[in-house]
Every structure is written in structure tokens, then in C-alpha cells.
T-cell receptor
Framework: LAKTTQPISMDSYEGQEVNITCSHN???????ITWYQQFPSQGPRFIIQ???TKVTNEVASLFIPADRKSSTLSLPRVSLSDTAVYYC??????????FGTGTRLLVSP | GAVVSQHPSRVICKSGTSVKIECRSL??????MFWYRQFPKKSLMLMAT?????????EQGVEKDKFLINHASLTLSTLTVTSAHPEDSSFYIC????????????FGPGTRLTVL
């Protein structure tokens, strides 16, 4: 199972773009990269998933370089409600997920 | 789509009693469900993998006789904490997946267990 490394915490202000980078040097060929968001006392919520290059949905973008050893979650124009813990995970669909420490994002006014 | 529910959302019980937590996939059939526990300000820790119609696979260090898991149908898995003790107090979260190669796990809202 690929191990991921993320910054423990990040601070931002409302309206700014936030980029959270995750390292996964041992990612396997079949692994996908998935990001989840978790608020206190709630289950993680799926944000975005990708395999390579760039993926964009209504809430975020995911940038994956050609070597796939890292990925960057981009949150455009964050608001106070984006304050949460963000987890990066890599696995193929049949595998169990191993959660790292995640990144605590604090958005201030 | 892809909604997973848990019941109850929170439960308080006395030490020595057993507590059952249900995890349901509401709009899809889940061949595999996972159970996690999470302590305050910590990450999720996988407890076991539950496959419909077969025995659960427990992670190292998780007592299978204490945390009974049943996955009787493609939409329901249950976790029973037997003879609960205060150290079992935690946030229990389930997730469900269809089981395809590109599959995403969808998580329930969690159950807060407090053992007095």
C-alpha cells in the first residue's frame, strides 16, 4: 500500500486559492489518487479522484504530474466552511484505504 | 447518489453491555464495507474489511471476538461492540464500495460511542 505524506496543517484566508500537495513515491501502476474532506464528528466526504494529469469538478481540481509520485489538490476561492481536514489516499479499488495524518486547513476571515 | 447511512449517530452505554452499529448503503449495492475508528484529532484507523456473505478480515491488533462484524446483505453491515469498556469509546465510521477497480469508497456519517 502506498504511503502518503502531507503537510500537517495549512492556513489561508477567505477568497484565496489553496493548494495542498501530497507525496506518494511508492504509488503502484493500478493505484488511483483520491482526496477526502472531513469535518469534526463527520465521516470523510469524497472530493475528487484521478489517475494522471488533471481532473476538475465543481469543487476542486487535482493535478498529477507524469511520474505520479505526488499530487496537488487545488481549492479555488476558499470560504470559512472549507476549514476541515483533507486526506490524500492512493489505492486501487480492491484495496483497503490507509489514512495518513491528513492536512488541517484553517480558513480565516 | 452513493449515500451511506449509519445508525445510531450516537450512543451511550454502560460498561459491560454490547452495542450494535448499522451501516447501510442506500442507493447502491456494496460488495465490500469497511469499519474504521477514530479518536479525537487523530486519523481514521481501519478495523476490518467486511465482504457480503463471508467472514470479515480484521486488521492486526483488532479483536474479532470483541468487534463482531456481520455483512448479511449487499446493503447492510453491522458492527457489534461486545462487553464494551470505556476505552472502546470512540467515533466509528463505516464505508462502502461497489468493488470495482476504479471504485471509490463512500463513508457514513459516523457513530459516536461513549461507554460509561
Amino acid at each position: 500500500l502506498a504511503k502518503t505524506t502531507q503537510p500537517i496543517s495549512m492556513d489561508s484566508y477567505e477568497g484565496q486559492e489553496v493548494n495542498i500537495t501530497c507525496s506518494h513515491n511508492n504509488i503502484a501502476t493500478n493505484d488511483y489518487i483520491t482526496w477526502y474532506q472531513q469535518f469534526p464528528s463527520q465521516g470523510p466526504r469524497f472530493i475528487i479522484q484521478g489517475y494522471k494529469t488533471k481532473v476538475t469538478n465543481e469543487v476542486a481540481s487535482l493535478f498529477i504530474p507524469a511520474d505520479r509520485k505526488s499530487s496537488t489538490l487545488s481549492l479555488p476561492r476558499v470560504s470559512l466552511s472549507d476549514t476541515a481536514v483533507y486526506y490524500c489516499l492512493v489505492a486501487s479499488g480492491f484495496q483497503k484505504l490507509v489514512f495518513g495524518t491528513g492536512t488541517r486547513l484553517l480558513v480565516s476571515p | 447518489g452513493a449515500v451511506v447511512s449509519q445508525h445510531p449517530s450516537r450512543v451511550i452505554c454502560k460498561s459491560g453491555t454490547s452495542v450494535k452499529i448499522e451501516c447501510r448503503s442506500l442507493d447502491f449495492q456494496a460488495t465490500t464495507m469497511f469499519w474504521y475508528r477514530q479518536f479525537p484529532k487523530k486519523s481514521l484507523m481501519l478495523m476490518a474489511t467486511s465482504n457480503e456473505g463471508s467472514k470479515a478480515t480484521y486488521e492486526q491488533g483488532v479483536e474479532k471476538d470483541k468487534f463482531l462484524i456481520n455483512h448479511a446483505s449487499l446493503t447492510l453491515s453491522t458492527l457489534t461492540v461486545t462487553s464494551a469498556h470505556p476505552e472502546d469509546s470512540s467515533f466509528y465510521i463505516c464505508s462502502a464500495s461497489v468493488g470495482q477497480s476504479t471504485d471509490t469508497q463512500y463513508f457514513g456519517p459516523g457513530t459516536r460511542l461513549t461507554v460509561l
